[in-house]
């Protein structure tokens, strides 16, 4: 294989982060979304409540120390099929408290901070910590963000990609993976850059999108992605204007609000999760092309829709292959 001299330069800086990582020093303290949570040594019977930090879990090569998973929108990475076989699948969705406290854990990481926040669809932070089970929200879902406002919360200032890296570098030391951290966030960082650049020439002057995840009915108001969130941070890093201008997460929003808009460009999520008729994207499409208002829209006429993973919409590893993927599918649509 021939090695370009971007992708040596790429493999020096991997090899120099891992080289300079150093092992975890117990105890460890580490402020979390305002809690503080302390760790003795490196947690065992780990659960995840949510794909994302599943996923960077098994990137960390951590799936020995693992327990249970639940909350899942797609499937597992091709890469990680190995290491989520040796994991108990406790809940395709949200878990009870009972099913995750049953497993012992040391360590309950979740990617959503309304599964174990004062919401505690799950159980809320005070209760894990009654068991002496200490609890973590990845940054993303709390820093910047007011999840008591709003069905999936409200954005008080726009998402930055840091907070995922800084997700992954925190759950790298309390696992005690420094090297395996580094490694992740050097590699996706460097993606990221190239994506964004490769984005830079697409050219695409006042162009913009709507970003469908599912709805409750296809005949109620879509969930769609507000202004200052995940993929609206990825609709800019493509020079693409999100047409919603709510702060909330996920709003709801009328199709015909939506048309008026007349998005350039309408992205759908593929999830395997089925709660929603509308998480099958196949549902979506048949919907786009078939209502009176939505088959209207100029980017539904011209087959200016792109498919992305839902949780390539999420704060997780796979968020830069969503951005990836949407600059892929910018560069091949029709203009």
Not at 27 to 44: A, K, M, Y
Not at 74 to 91: C, Q, T, W, Y
Not at 306 to 333: F, P
Request: glycine share 6%; with cysteine; aromatic share 6%.
């Amino acid at each position: 294989m021939k090695l370009t001299t971007v992708s040596i330069a790429a493999m020096g800086i991997l090899m120099a982060v891992a080289a300079s990582a150093a092992p975890t020093e117990y105890p460890l303290t580490i402020d979390n979304c305002g809690h503080e949570i302390r760790f003795d040594g490196p947690p065992e019977n780990v659960v995840s409540i949510g794909q994302a930090a599943t996923e960077v879990l098994y990137a960390l090569g951590a799936e020995d120390r693992m327990a249970g998973t639940s909350l899942w929108f797609n499937e597992v990475l091709p890469r990680f099929a190995k290491a989520d076989a040796g994991v108990e699948r406790i809940a395709d969705n949200m878990p009870s408290f009972e099913a995750v406290v049953n497993k012992r854990p040391g360590f309950v990481p979740t990617m959503f901070e309304w599964m174990i926040g004062p919401q505690g669809v799950v159980g809320t932070r005070e209760q894990f910590a009654n068991l002496g089970i200490p609890t973590y929200v990845m940054p993303p879902d709390c820093e910047g963000k007011d999840n008591l406002v709003g069905a999936d919360g409200t954005r008080l200032a726009p998402f930055d990609i840091a907070t995922v890296y800084k997700s992954i570098d925190q759950m790298a030391t309390i696992m005690d993976r420094q090297d395996r951290g580094a490694e992740l966030v050097a590699e996706l960082k460097t993606r990221e850059a190239d994506a964004v650049k490769r984005a830079e020439t697409l050219d695409l002057p006042d162009a913009s999108a709507v970003v469908w995840f599912s709805s409750a009915d296809l005949e109620l108001d879509p969930y769609v992605a507000g202004r200052k969130g995940i993929p609206a941070w990825m609709l800019d890093a493509l020079g693409l204007r999100n047409v919603i201008e709510s702060d909330e997460e996920w709003p709801t929003v009328g199709w015909e609000s939506i048309a008026r808009a007349d998005p350039s460009v309408i992205v759908i999520a593929r999830m395997d999760r089925r709660r929603f008729p509308a998480d099958d994207h196949e549902k979506k499409l048949e919907f786009l092309k078939s209502d009176p208002v939505t088959s209207q829209m100029t980017a539904v006429k011209e087959d200016r829709i792109v498919i992305l993973d839902a949780e390539a919409m999420h704060a997780s590893i796979r968020l830069i292959d969503g951005l990836e993927t949407l600059t892929e599918a910018m560069e091949a649509l029709p203009r």
